[in-house]
C-alpha cells in the first residue's frame, strides 16, 4: 500500500487497500477490512448496554495487542467504560504460563484466589495463542466463570468457536449464517476451505464490479466509494 498510493495519487486512481491497519487511510486511500477500531466500538457499545463497566485487558506484545491496547484506552471514555487492569505478555508460549501468574498476582486476593477488578476481560490474541492463555488463567486460580472474557475480530476461527474453554466468551463479528453459506459455497466451488479473509477479498471484487457498471463512460469519484447506503456484501452491508 505505501508503495503503490503514490503512483495512484499521481493518476487520481482511488485505491481500496485488503488491509486492516487503519492508519494507510489517506486522501485518495480506502480500508478495506476489519479494522481494530471498529471492532472496539463494536464490543465497547456491547459492554456498555450490558451493564459491563470495568474491562481489564490482557494483551500479547505485538503490533495487534498494541494497536488493541490504544484504542481500549482512546474509546473507553466514550462507552462510560473504565480500564482497570492491563497487563502484556510476550507471547512466548513457554513464558505465558509465567507471565499470566504475574497477573493474578497483581490482583487483590481473597480466599479463593485473586479477585479481579474488572468485570470484563478483553484478550485481543489470536486462536493459537489463546490455547495457552487459558490454560494459564486457570492454573493461576484466575476466577474466568466470574468474567466476561471478550476478544476481537481476531478471535473468528474454528478452534476457539470449539474450544470447551471458550463457551461463554464473546466478539463482534459478522452474522455467522452469511458466513457458513460463503463457506459451503467456496468449498463446493473450490474443494477446499476459505481463509478468514476470503469474504473480503470476494466483496472487494463485488465493490470494483459495482463501480465499474456505475461508470457510464466516467471515472469514478469519491462520492462513489463513500456512497451513504453502502454496499451489500457477502456476510452483510458495508
Known amino acids: 500500500t505505501e508503495a503503490v498510493a503514490p503512483i495512484m495519487a499521481r493518476e487520481a486512481i482511488p485505491m481500496i487497500a485488503l488491509t486492516n491497519d487503519s492508519d494507510r487511510a489517506q486522501p485518495n486511500v480506502y480500508v478495506f477490512g476489519r479494522t481494530v477500531e471498529n471492532d472496539i466500538a463494536e464490543l465497547f457499545d456491547y459492554l456498555e448496554r450490558n451493564d459491563l463497566r470495568r474491562v481489564g485487558i490482557l494483551a500479547p506484545q505485538n503490533l495487534y495487542g498494541d494497536r488493541a491496547v490504544a484504542q481500549a484506552e482512546a474509546q473507553a471514555g466514550r462507552h462510560n467504560l473504565a480500564i482497570t487492569n492491563i497487563f502484556r505478555f510476550s507471547g512466548d508460549s513457554s513464558e505465558v504460563v509465567a507471565q499470566i501468574q504475574e497477573f493474578a498476582d497483581s490482583m487483590r486476593r481473597e480466599s479463593f484466589g485473586p479477585a479481579p477488578d474488572f468485570d470484563a476481560l478483553l484478550i485481543p490474541a489470536s486462536a493459537f495463542t489463546m490455547q495457552t ?106
Open 133 to 238: 492463555v487459558l490454560p494459564g488463567m486457570i492454573y493461576a486460580e484466575i476466577p474466568i466463570k466470574d468474567i466476561q472474557l471478550v476478544g476481537l475480530g481476531i478471535w473468528a476461527d474454528s478452534n476457539i468457536l470449539t474450544d470447551q474453554m471458550m463457551q461463554g466468551a464473546f466478539f463482534p463479528d459478522v452474522d455467522n449464517n452469511r458466513r457458513e453459506a460463503f463457506r459451503q459455497a467456496y468449498v463446493a466451488r473450490y474443494n477446499s476451505e476459505p481463509t478468514r479473509i476470503a469474504d473480503l477479498a470476494f466483496d472487494a471484487a463485488a465493490l470494483l464490479g459495482t463501480l465499474i457498471a456505475q461508470q457510464n463512460g466516467q471515472p469514478n469519484t469519491e462520492a462513489d466509494l463513500l456512497n451513504e447506503e453502502g454496499f451489500g456484501g457477502i456476510t452483510g452491508l458495508f
